[in-house]
């Protein structure tokens, strides 16, 4: 036995050890038009496989969702928390960009665009504010203790961190490190969450190192990529089936550990009321002629 260097015997488990504890697989819904369908499982029937829509993100999935400025992750993120807020589930936001009071305006603007009625959801949605409260942005453990209270008594299922680049701005070499302590707590609590990444714009946009960057995408079961394209030549123009001038919104899901996925490159859109809809995958567009301009036009 070397006392310095331990046998940790508490870390082995059997295969069936480790599966009997493993919690069963489902969708949550996201508040996404377009986007449940997206993730998949696939079973066998008759010895064939088949895939089965999943209905939403993977439960306990722990997913980064990136982009730069404008692209939607915040309406997207406000979409999920208000949704599972309607069905019943307690959700927690934890706010490094907006004060606590602009995000509940968002929220609120948020549920009604989707039908909720906001007074269904406001005693549902608990929100930490860590843009007011620096203390809780520069000690991760006080954040930790905060979001472990918040979740015990309140009963939380998802979590969702807006953004998680505000815990190592400046400090861009601890990002690895920031994501992978959250990456864990939010798994022993067993929360579904969203972390959203702020992207520069020199990231490339639809690459790996679009998921997050700074190989954040290694650590967390999959991230979602968000980016938009201005059009500005005729070759773009006739690619996407838009106007020169014209912005085309794009939604790419970059990996998932839990579940099958579609792998395409989609359209999406906000609407004038602030909802983000998935559309179709480009390749349905691309080489589609039903305009004059060439392309074909997702008017959702
Ligand atoms: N209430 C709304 N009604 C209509 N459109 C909206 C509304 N709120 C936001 N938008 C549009 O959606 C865009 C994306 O907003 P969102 O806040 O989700 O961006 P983001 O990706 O989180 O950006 P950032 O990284 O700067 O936080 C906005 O720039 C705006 O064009
Ligand atoms: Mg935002």
Known sequence: MNEAHPVVTD?????????????ELRGVTSGVPGLDELFYVTRFVDGKPRKVPLGGYPSYAVINITGVSDTGKSLMAE???????????PVCLITL????????????ERAAALGIEARSIDKQVLIIDAATHTPLREDLLSLFN????????HKVTCTVVDSITGFFEEREMLARGVVRRFFHFLKKWH???????????GHEELSA?????????????????????????????????RAI?????????DGCRLCGHNVHTHVMDITDTGVVRIGPPLSKLVG???????????RP
């Not at 979409?79 to 589930?89: D, S």
């Not at 905060?146 to 979740?151: F, G, S």
């Not at 929360?191 to 714009?201: C, D, E, F, N, P």
Request: hydrophobic fraction near 40%.
């Open 146 to 153: 905060t979001l472990a209270y918040t979740i015990k008594q």
């Open 209 to 241: 190192e679009a998921a997050g960057g700074y190989a954040v995408s290694h650590i967390v079961d999959g991230s979602l990529v968000l980016s938009k394209v201005a059009i500005t030549t005729r070759v773009e123009a006739r690619q996407y089936g």
């Open 245 to 253: 001038g014209e912005l085309v919104r794009l939604f790419r899901i």
């Open 288 to 298: 589609t002629t039903t305009d004059e301009s060439g392309g074909m036009r997702w």
């Open 191 to 201: 929360q579904t969450a969203l972390l959203i990444s702020q992207k520069r714009s």
């Open 97 to 108: 960009e907006s004060p606590a009071p602009f995000v509940a305006t968002s929220l609120k």
């Open 79 to 89: 979409q999920f928390l208000v949704t599972q807020a309607a069905l019943g589930h």
């Open 11 to 23: 870390s082995i488990c059997t295969l069936s050890e480790a599966a009997s504890k493993a919690p």
